[in-house]
């Protein structure tokens, strides 16, 4: 028999071991073959395996088909490096096993949830009272809160839609962003509204939106139950909306806003990027990421409400087996999210927040933004190159002279291994995509990025 001590003490070093090579080794893997990994994985066995020789078995098997993702050159969407403490405190919550549901199921973790959710608001200047969800990811916090604001809209014309549902009910009127994340869209569809019932309002050259446009669109169509949603951080831009004007039109209208602010809500936590930020307090419900920019392991994302009775209305449920709501005047965490059973995600948030602190976030922050302005600068200074957009957060879009010079310098980048970022198509033009999004990133990773760059412009 294994001893547990041994084979976490062997798993958690084999996962370092990934970390420190995950800066060396290609960052996508040069060749692999898929066949050979699923017949390597095989089928499903008839009898049990040691539990040893199944540690190494998968880190054998698969560690050749890893994304250096933790490592310094991963540009790719928007995906955050996992820091040491919060690392290591997911091991710990992994250890614990806690079901997160209620502080029957687990009274540390209700607690810390408690605990670390007003520290977030504070960082990401949100209102004190606000109620927040630990949920998976910026599509659960978009869906959690705009529930909430499917429940208050309607309870706002005297319709229960917990109980009664959408047939037969009142319509709702949905206003976003023309240029607003899928996953917005996917979670209209998850409430029923579907993905249609989204009236898009015209962005500006960077993507932020029209507030003219938005007072326009909301004024031509009926009054009535109506969800307006903006964004903090543009996918491919990183524009943000001009909150204070949208949510002051908005709130004209009677409308509920949410703010999808999946990595740009963390401008918030910098001096030097909270101005982007500015009147974002005066929305209704945020959404935002922890595995992106805050550098906490997957899965991990917030979900914040000014209207905190909307959330729970929206999210809880009860029966009778489930005692111990409100345990010792401990909140509920399952009351705020949509799952019942849960990972107590509290914990490796608590670590990433404590391991850097306030200034180092925002540092972590900041020095994230300049690199990606040294991204933008060095390569809009080799011929025929140039930036897109202007880098007013992380995110960095060039072009290397039309679409598929593009293509060709983003798969060549791709497959040289120095480094990873994706393409994208936006406004009409096929541009290279860059998110510098991990505390690991220094400038000599950019430099060399950049080099591996300019080689595959001269190749192509
Ligand atoms: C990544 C992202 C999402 C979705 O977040 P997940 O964590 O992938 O679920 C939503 N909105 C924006 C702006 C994003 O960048």
Known sequence: MTDLRDLLTHAASRAADHRAEAARQPVFPASLDHEAMRKALGPLPDH?????AVV????????????ATTGPRYFGFV?????DAATAADVLTTGWDQPAFNAVTSPAAALVEDV??????????????????FVTGGQAANTVALAAARHQVLAGVGWDVEQRGLLGGPPIRVVANGERHATIDRTFRLLGLGAGVVEAVATDDQGAIDVADLSRVLAEGSAGPTIVCLQAGNVNSGAFDDFAAATSVAHEHGAWVHVDGAFGLWAAASPTTRHLTAGIDTADSWATDGHKW???PYDSGYVFCAHPQAHANAMSFTAAYLTGHGQGGLRTPADYVLESSRRARGFATWAALRQLGRSGIAELVERCCALARRFAEQLAAVDGVSAANDVVLNQVLVD?????????VVEAVQRSGECWMGA?????????RISVSNWRTTEAD?????AAIVAAVSRT
């Open 48 to 52: 049990p395996t040691p539990a040893r």
């Open 294 to 296: 805050l550098n906490v």
């Open 116 to 133: 670390t959710g007003g520290w977030l608001k504070d960082l990401l200047g949100l209102p004190a009272a606000a109620s927040f969800g």
């Open 424 to 432: 994208t198509t936006w406004h009409g033009r096929r541009l290279m």
């Open 56 to 67: 190494d078995q998968l880190a054998d098997i698969v560690e050749p088909g890893l994304v």
């Open 400 to 408: 290397f002279g039309g679409h598929e010079e593009t293509d060709r």
């Open 79 to 83: 995906v955050g490096g996992a820091l």
């Open 446 to 450: 950019v430099d060399r990025s950049v």
